[in-house]
């Protein structure tokens, strides 16, 4: 093997790491904002099936009283 003119120093290795490390910061941001979006819209999803479910519900068991005066 030959040896190559440019070695690569300590300084090169963490530049290196410094910018991969930027990008996947960038993509891990990116990821939680469209994580939390989706969160919400099922969480909202969750709530108006069980409030429409339990107004379902309410009807089909209400009581239905009659008052007859004799």
Partial sequence: ?????DRITREDIEARFRELAGEVDEEVASA??????VGLAV???VVA??????RRRG???GAVIEIVRV
């Fill in 1 to 5: 093997m030959t040896a190559s003119k």
């Fill in 32 to 37: 939680r904002s469209q994580l939390v979006t």
């Fill in 43 to 45: 969480a909202v999803a």
């Fill in 49 to 54: 099936i069980a409030y429409l479910a339990g």
């Fill in 59 to 61: 009807r089909r068991r």
